[in-house]
T-cell receptor, first 114, second 117 residues
């Protein structure tokens, strides 16, 4: 049973437009969420995170929104750039693990075309 | 962010042999290290969690005798795939968190592509 779901395996966006990557979770114990970016044959790179006490966190072109009631979060990239093309993983962690364990979604491959 | 180095980045081995993968935290002391495995088009799956100086905790379904994890120091953890078989071919990634890092972030190594022939 997947506790973190990224239902879109891929997303194509034009350069300069907004990319919106979605993530849903089922485990109500999750209260810390992270987004990672991954290039082929490389390890994931941390992008941005949000705790359940917030509903929005922004860092440059990246903004993460959290809707706790819907158990849904999204990553917005504005403006999208070709270098953003990668696989994006959503991950979640429960506070009772000391945030030590991460459950990942399957990832969404983002392709930003010039 | 903190740097985690994983070696080798890729390895090809014969069926029945063992392969060791190293994971090092270069600029912080990793009190906890995690080992993940990723199959094509699948999510990162946690295999085991290791704390320095103690035995690793394996996730359900992961054979501890096949995937030996050692975390002997605060900067080094190793994963040894023993008696490797073609079905063990996968992408293995380590991550680390600990002193000197934001405790809520996990920093990842570059990953190791293992191919068993």
């Amino acid at each position: 049973d997947q506790q973190v779901k990224q239902n879109s395996p891929s997303l194509s966006v034009q350069e300069g437009r907004i990319s919106i990557l979605n993530c849903d979770y089922t485990n109500s114990m999750f209260d810390y969420f992270l987004w990672y970016k991954k290039y082929p044959a490389e390890g994931p790179t941390f992008l941005i995170s949000i705790s359940s006490i917030k509903d929005k966190n922004e860092d440059g072109r990246f903004t993460v929104f959290l809707n706790k009631s819907a158990k849904h979060l999204s990553l917005h990239i504005v403006p999208s750039q070709p270098g953003d093309s990668a696989v994006y993983f959503c991950a979640a962690s429960p506070m009772n693990s000391g945030y030590s364990t991460l459950t990942f979604g399957k990832g969404t491959m983002l392709l930003v075309s010039p | 962010g903190a740097v985690v180095s994983q070696h080798p980045s890729w390895v090809i081995c014969k069926s029945g042999t063992s392969v060791k993968i190293e994971c090092r935290s270069l600029d912080f002391q990793a009190t906890t290290m995690f080992w993940y495995r990723q199959f094509p088009k699948q999510s990162l799956m946690l295999m085991a969690t290791s704390n320095e100086g103690s035995k690793a905790t394996y996730e359900q379904g992961v054979e501890k005798d096949k995937f030996l994890i050692n975390h002997a120091s605060l900067t080094l953890s190793t994963l040894t795939v023993t008696s490797a078989h073609p079905e063990d071919s996968s992408f293995y990634i380590c991550s680390a968190r600990g002193q000197g890092t934001d405790g809520t972030e996990a920093f990842f190594g570059q990953g190791t592509r293992l191919t068993v022939v």
